[in-house]
DNA sequence: CGGCACCGGAGAGGTCGATTCCTCTTCTCG
DNA sequence: CGAGAAGAGGAATCGACCTCTCCGGTGCCG
């Protein structure tokens, strides 16, 4: 049944499928490395499409970084899921989760575009978000009840954590993200817990989920 | 003597010394705030003084960019060797460094701008960045020798990660530089050397200086 | 083979920002 | 005290650049 329902995509309607892809995929390359001020017309020539195909599926550059930005939080939740299966133990899913994160190797982008903040929030969005706060709350309170992740850490430092591991630096996308990943490795350090370390309670306090969504979400306009 | 020579500034042409130092602290501001695409305006208006009195002091946003720069890596110079001089233990150096760096209390300036790199390369930008080098070295190398960080950090290392930890984050400055503050102390937490884990080792390659150097600066036009 | 739906890309119209220019003020000095 | 220098301030200029629209060309279906 199942293709009968849509009927499987050929000739022209299959191209245009292609090339919604091919327009995520290089949103969130381009949106990652040169931010929201991105021009629109460097997303559409990587993604090897004319802007009016781009602006036919997508009414605006607000609309299409929307869009991208659910893509990106329901990749993330994809790979949680994925980690948190594949993974008997709590600490290697946590530490598997992050540096695919940030390698991101699903999406052949280099970096994951939590991006320009400051939108208007979409229903959808919330949606996405809260299933993103869902999937992370278990690989952390996973790594907690086992043990092997320092209390003071909070699901909601994980998105933070993320857009500060992708600092944009100007080199090769890949010899930007194995920095990334080696500053990942570092915090992954700090963020076991060990016996024998007492004194190096995080002295300021975690973020919480509300303080994200502010962050996230254009003040309610 | 000393007054006799410059004479000491008065009137008029001691409220100019006092515009550029506003200046230097509003465009530090700024520019960690907006990036390097801040509006010169904006500078000015912060720094209280109007766009004249600024071009007459620096002939172009790439000159005012370029000073500033230099100042904020004396600041992180004169910041190394204070810690180093303080703190007789060389763990509390390392870390109280970063922590100054961060939260800038010297400056009042809420982050550190080592700025939108791909500026060219002046001289004293070049001897400046020498001299930075040989304070973070100074800082590493004396801890490495007291065995208390890990062996796999570099001093090039440190740059990198207080621009990764500045990552701009749209929230009140304060909650920004806390926020910051949280995530060094994890990082703090991975360096110390602990005699209990073996399989920590660092995945990617350190950064070294040469690769900062082109990092910072443009291609050499 | 004709027509439709879609593609790519040049260009209109508008925003915004670096730099300049001109006016008004504050000192300095004879 | 008055003229002139040295600045201060900020509006106006001159482009650069970007989003979004419009249009001629092309491949696929019947």
Redesign the pocket.
């Known amino acids: 049944m199942g293709d009968t329902q849509t009927g499987r995509p ?4 299959r ?2 499928d292609r ?1 919604d892809e091919r327009l995520m995929q290089a949103a969130r390359e381009v949106f990652a490395e040169l931010g929201w ?5 460097e997303i559409a020539r990587r993604a ?6 781009l ?2 599926r997508y ?4 609309m299409l970084a929307q869009r991208m930005r659910i893509v990106g939080m329901e990749q993330l939740v994809t790979q949680a899921r994925t980690a948190l299966a594949e993974e008997p133990d709590p600490w290697a899913a946590f530490a598997r989760f992050l540096r695919d994160a940030l390698s991101d190797q699903g999406a052949g982008g280099p970096l994951l575009p939590l991006v320009g903040g400051r939108l208007p929030a979409t229903d959808e969005i919330v949606a996405a978000a809260a299933r993103l706060r869902a999937a992370l709350d278990d690989l952390v309170d996973g790594a907690h009840r086992a043990g092997v992740l320092r209390a003071d850490f909070a699901s909601a430092d994980v998105p933070l954590l993320l857009e500060h591991l992708t600092a944009r630096i100007p080199v090769t996308d890949e010899r930007a993200t194995a920095l990334h990943l080696r500053y990942l490795d570092l915090i992954l350090a700090g963020l076991r817990t060990s016996t024998t370390d007492g004194p190096t309670a995080l002295q300021s306090p975690a973020p919480d989920w509300a303080e994200l969504s502010e962050l996230w979400n254009a003040p309610k306009k």
Do not use: F, H, L, T
């Open positions: 050929r000739g022209r309607r191209e245009a090339n001020d991105a021009p629109v017309s090897g499409i004319g802007m009016g195909s602006y036919r009414p605006s550059k607000e």
